[in-house]
């Protein structure tokens, strides 16, 4: 909006006009730089864009579980952003945008959604409140028996813990009634982000979960061709797509078909062969060499300067470094009878043979051990420079986190290291057992491992680490089993709202035991803190405290790595992210 | 009774009894047991096993320490004959560290799978009837296993680890030893001196083992030769995908796993650990060889 | 002959009844609930004890057992636990042409180049030629399957750029499986290589041969031709024999190619600890190497009627 004076009535105006246009156009280019979508981005059916193109084909080393059923998931499975729905979504600057619903207000009370009432299932029947009503209810696993299920959703906890009931208003009005209050529940439930919930076609749902295969049809932008569980899916654009907003419309690509291959140079050989037109994760040591759209001009979008250019999501996850001894003795000392926040029992902690007179018990060994990793070295070299040192178990960016917290690891000071293992006792060192899982999506883990080996060598640790399946690997967390003692590498993927990671710390959920008494009291404020100054200030204090335990020590937040030939003219996407999304906005050159 | 003819005689008959002519020396024995020896594959077994035992002493680096700056060397005579993998460690310094693994997998599972083979086979040889009838049904059952997907569910989940291997291992080896010395001992036990300690009064159990045996251990010894190749193969096979000893301690098998990200960046960090498990396994395999050839039952016993 | 048949079909099936009675425990191995990795960690007691008794996973190991086997006489291999929890034999089903299509490609290229090569080899004994060739079929058989994969991947995908690396023949086409097929036959072209060239050989040296040729009677194609007859029966038992073994070796090749056979879903199955699935598939697989014995069997009953009698 530019300011015109009406009449040219006198001349003092005008360098008044000129300070006040170079201004706004100063302000807009940093507004470009940070924020440049849509501005910055080519459009669909402008300037020699087409406005369709027959295939899109991009290769991930996982999509999450290969399965399609909203209510029968035993986790998280991407795909389902691309054919079902989600309450609401971000758009590729990271707001919260409209999706199924265009707008929510939210109070003590609960949440109000107003739902687009141009939306509908693939099949023709109306998305209205009542198919929102199933869903969540469907979540909260309401309809298990009756509709052929036969356990809840992998996440119904979580619906359980925030939902108290789902009321229809009106056909696009509808009224969730939190336990509570209950401020993180977008992050949580509404798919902001870290989409955990894919809302599905009620009537094909309640088919039951073999009748839904055959027909799993959504409210998405894709319609599925093909399923080859854990292989390839092949999506088909829903031509009657509702779908009409900047961020979320009918794709460009009439087909788009995802691959699932785990092997990272078998990803590349594909990409530079032009077999496919995107990877997901691209090895750190193969982007290395690449021309990188954020270091060109704008981000995500292509730069020209190659065959194949990237994009990077920056901080899609994190390690830490935890022991797990002082935590098992901590907990085993609660009286039992706990409940979690969702109103879970916690069974009783019991303490490994192993942990009971363990060197790591001693702060000193902890803090030694620590002191002896020097990260930088790690980042810049068995990670290329592709993971940044943190010193906050917030992830960068995210709700709550502390910049100059998150910029500033712990020193690397092998000297003091070892005088406080001399001080311990432990001059000669001793031998010890960690374990680690690696995760689709969160590289460098085996890296860090080695590297960490190689450092605790020079104070005498004789290292070994045993490698888990990912599934092994968190259900070892669960409180009572705590199995990975007595140190471990505990890896996250990127959490956007700092109020939400801390619930994982708690209780019956994955990596547990971070709370003392004092903590836990402190947890349970911050979750129903309203104000989100307040609830800042909170978490601050919460992680320090965590932070003084020196049982868990962040280590690096990694990045990832999205790579394209050059044939795609950009990926509006979200700079700090953890899964691959938007692949809907990828427009291709032909 | 001896005149000066006679001290002719005895010189002669110094002559033929002087043991330093008639009875080879240590060097000829030697020579004759390893004639037509296959001789690089005898050497680089040797090799395998000084750095089995003594790889601390061997290796010039530390299998474990990694140096950032020094991240994927080529080979070079300065510093590192193999050239440094993605961490900056020393490739020959962990391919000597590996071939602990890969030996003792070897010739642990092996030993097993012989044990066990031999025992199936020398029972069901000798005692026949149901028994046998029934080993073979089992032996059967065995050979009809995938035997790379059971070995990889098995030791999945068990855990991974060398015991863990080694056991898996040789649990699935067993058949080929049962079943090859199952038909020697059927073809001795028609033999003369085997009835005629039947006729004696020898327990079965007795004749297996002082009679049987002992005319069986060259087949054996073949055998395990030639089966050494396949279990460092599997092993290998399971340390790629994943299923190796605990990192940070280098196998081959995993070595050339954590190279296929870096396959794009250099050539000898996937193609050096490949290289020393096929001539381990050469090694073996050629030495079986030559041991089926010098022990063939036509010629004499070892 | 018939009767023959009939017993051996009888007795593979009792062998392969064992099989699953074997894996079945085999499974149950590293203990664990597999209910667990079907709910999140955040699963309360209750949840987790309400799923295992549905799925009966709370009863002795023998009363499981019990209830496999009454599914198997049904047919039933039971659902997968992941896969969308669609029936096993269907999940497996889906992969087998895949991994077939593999393991016939890299049959057809062993089969070809070792008889080419162990034929050419037999007519010029000690040439350099022979001598190349023995070396490296020696070297072959030395080589892990995945190795030769990655080798072949370096010099076609990274050095040259010709073949792409990943895929299944459904999106590539036959260029796609040139890759996967050379590394999982490779080993097998020296087995193939040696014996017939060592079959070979002895025809070429045996007495009939010196007789014929005494009288000069026959061309060479005469006696090449009854050289390659003699040497193609035991080519043809070990064509079988290995065709079994490449099923259980495909597992590697389709790991490193992303193939999407039934030696890639074993491995992502046991990730995901789905016990049912992997026993399929092993089950399938056994079944096709007993299937194959069989046919054998039959094979040699049928040219030496002796074999029948024993």
């Not at chain 3, 309360?44 to 190991?61: C, E, N, R």
Request: hydrophobic share 45%; with cysteine.
């Amino acid at each position: 909006m530019l300011y015109r004076p009406s009449k040219p009535k006198s001349l003092l105006l005008l360098p008044v006009i000129a300070l006040f246009l170079a201004t706004l156009m100063f302000s807009h280019q940093v507004q470009a730089q940070s924020k440049p979508w849509p501005d910055a981005f080519p459009k669909k059916g402008a300037d020699g864009v087409p406005k369709s193109v027959d295939k899109l084909t991009i290769a991930v080393d996982s999509w999450g579980t290969s399965e399609l059923n909203p209510w029968a998931l035993t986790s998280v499975s991407f795909l389902g952003d691309y054919y079902n729905l989600r309450l609401m979504m971000q758009d590729p600057n990271g707001d919260l945008a409209a999706a199924w619903a265009t707008e929510v207000n939210q109070t003590e009370e609960g949440l109000t959604f107003k739902i687009n009432p141009r939306a509908h299932f693939q099949d023709g029947t109306p998305a209205d409140a009542e198919a929102v009503k199933m869903n969540l209810e469907g979540f909260m696993g309401k309809h298990v028996e009756q509709g052929g299920y036969e356990a809840p959703l992998w996440n119904s906890a979580k619906a359980n813990e925030f939902v108290e009931s789902v009321k229809v208003i009106s056909p696009s009005e509808i009224f969730v009634k939190t336990k509570g209050p209950k401020p993180t529940f977008m992050w949580n439930l509404g798919g902001n982000g870290y989409h955990l919930f894919w809302y599905g076609n009620p009537t094909q749902l309640m088919k039951g979960p073999q009748e839904y295969l055959q027909n799993p049809a959504g409210g998405g932008p894709y319609a599925i061709k093909k399923w080859d569980a854990g292989n390839r899916i092949v999506f088909e654009r829903s031509e009657d797509f509702w779908g009409d907003y900047p961020h979320w419309h009918k794709p460009q690509a009439k087909a788009m078909e995802i691959l699932t291959v785990k092997e990272p140079a078998a990803r590349f050989a594909l990409l530079k062969s032009q077999q496919v037109d995107i990877v997901y994760n691209l090895p750190w040591a193969l982007a290395k060499g690449l021309p990188r759209s954020e270091d060109e001009g704008v981000r995500g979008v292509n730069p020209g300067k190659g065959d194949v250019w990237t994009q990077t999501y920056k901080a899609n996850g994190m390690l830490a470094l935890t022991f797990g001894c002082p935590i098992q003795i901590r907990e085993a000392a609660k009286p039992e009878g706990r409940v979690d926040q969702a109103g879970v029992k916690i069974p009783k902690w019991t303490v490994a043979e192993i942990c009971k007179d363990h060197p790591t018990l001693d702060k000193r060994v902890r803090r030694a051990l620590n002191l002896a990793i020097d990260k930088r070295a790690l980042s810049q070299g068995p990670h290329f420079g592709f993971s940044t040192p943190i010193g906050s178990l917030f992830h960068a960016g995210s709700f709550g986190s502390r910049p100059d917290k998150v910029s500033d690891p712990s020193p690397f000071d092998l000297a003091e290291a070892k005088r406080l293992m001399k001080e311990a006792g432990y001059e000669n060192g001793f031998s010890m057992e960690g374990h680690f899982g690696q995760f689709a999506g969160r590289p460098g883990i085996p890296e860090a491992a080695d590297f960490i080996a190689s450092s605790w060598e020079k104070l005498g640790v004789k290292m070994t680490w045993k490698e888990h399946d990912p599934s092994d690997f968190v259900r070892g967390f669960r409180a009572g089993v705590f199995s990975w003692v007595p140190v471990n590498l505990q890896t996250w993927g990127r959490q956007d709202h700092s109020g939400v990671q801390i619930s994982w710390y708690h209780a019956t959920s994955g990596y547990v035991g971070m709370y003392n008494d004092k903590i836990e009291k402190l947890y349970f404020d911050i979750i129903a803190t309203f104000d989100p100054e307040e609830m800042k200030r909170k978490l601050a204090l919460l992680e320090d405290e965590v932070l003084g335990l020196e049982e868990t020590f962040p280590l690096y937040g990694m990045s990832l790595v999205n790579a394209y030939t050059d044939r795609v003219l950009s990926h509006p996407t979200v700079e700090f992210s953890p899964h691959f999304k938007h692949y809907d906005l990828v427009l291709l050159k032909k | 009774m001896l005149s000066s003819s006679d001290s002719n005689a005895e010189l002669a008959v110094d002559q033929l009894t002087d043991t330093r002519d008639v009875l080879p020396t240590l060097s000829q024995r030697l020579r004759d047991v390893f004639r037509g020896a296959p001789k690089f594959s005898l050497f680089f077994l040797a090799v395998a096993l000084m750095c089995t035992l003594f790889a601390p002493y061997i290796a010039p680096y530390s299998p474990v320490s990694t140096s950032p700056a020094n991240i994927l060397q080529p080979p070079n005579l300065s510093a590192h004959w193999l050239g440094t993998d993605n961490q900056g460690r020393d490739i020959l310094s962990r391919l000597i560290y590996g071939a602990q693994t890969s030996v003792k997998v070897g010739v642990f599972s092996v030993l097993l799978a012989a044990t066990a083979g031999t025992l199936i086979g020398l029972v069901s040889g000798v005692f026949g009837g149901w028994i046998d009838r029934i080993l073979m049904r089992i032996t059967d059952m065995f050979l009809a296993l995938p035997y790379l997907m059971v070995a990889l569910t098995a030791v999945s989940l068990l855990g991974a680890s060398v015991l863990n291997v080694i056991l898996v291992i040789g649990l699935l080896r067993w058949m080929g030893f049962a079943r090859v010395l199952r038909g020697e001992v059927l073809k001795l036990i028609e033999m003369d001196f085997i009835r005629l300690a039947l006729v004696a009064g020898s327990s079965r159990t007795r004749i297996m083992m002082k009679h049987v045996f002992p005319n069986i251990i060259n087949t054996l010894l073949v055998l395990s030769t030639l089966e050494i190749g396949l279990a460092v193969i599997v092993e290998s096979s399971l340390s790629f995908l994943g299923l190796g000893v605990p990192r940070p301690m280098p196998s081959w098998g995993s070595m050339l796993r954590d190279s296929q990200q870096y396959i794009y960046l250099t050539w000898w960090f996937p193609v050096i650990p490949g290289i020393a498990i096929t001539l381990l396994v050469m090694s073996a395999n050629l030495t079986g060889d030559w041991l089926r050839d010098r022990l063939d039952p036509t010629r004499r016993q070892l | 002959m018939g009767r023959y048949i009939v017993k051996r079909l009888i007795e593979g099936i009792i062998t392969l009844w064992l099989i699953t009675l074997a894996v079945f425990f085999i499974l149950r191995l590293g203990g664990g609930n597999p209910i667990e990795y079907m709910l999140p960690p955040e699963a309360s007691q209750a949840d987790i004890d309400k799923l295992t008794q549905a799925y009966g996973f709370d009863k002795p190991l023998i009363h499981q057992y019990w209830i496999f086997n009454k599914k198997l006489l049904r047919g039933d291999l039971g659902d997968a636990l992941a896969w969308d929890k669609r029936p096993t034999i269907d999940v497996v089903w889906d992969r087998i042409p895949a991994t077939f299509q593999l393991a016939t490609a890299s049959m057809l290229f062993a089969v070809v180049l070792g008889v080419v090569i162990g034929a050419v080899s037999a007519s010029r004994p000690d040439s350099l030629f022979d001598r190349v060739g023995r070396i490296t079929a020696i070297v072959g058989q030395s080589m892990p399957v995945f190795w030769v994969g990655l080798l072949l991947i370096l010099l076609f995908s990274v050095y040259l750029g010709w073949l792409p690396s990943a895929g299944g023949i459904d999106r590539l086409g036959w260029k796609g499986i040139i890759m996967p097929a050379l590394s999982l036959g490779f080993f097998l072209v020296a087995s193939h290589m040696r014996i017939v060239r060592s079959t070979m050989l002895e025809v070429l040296e045996s007495d009939y041969i010196k007789m014929v040729r005494a009288k000069g009677l026959p061309t060479r194609m005469v006696i090449w031709k009854h050289a390659f007859k003699n040497a193609s029966i035991p080519v043809f038992t070990l064509f079988f024999v290995n065709f079994a073994a490449l099923i259980s070796g495909a597992v590697v090749t389709e790991t490193i190619f992303a193939w999407p056979g039934i030696g890639r879903l074993l491995v992502d199955s046991l990730i995901l600890r789905d016990y049912p699935t992997t026993q399929t598939v092993i089950f399938f697989a056994a079944a096709f190497i007993v299937f194959i014995n069989i046919m054998v069997d039959v094979m040699y009953a049928w040219l030496d009627p002796r074999i029948r009698v024993v």
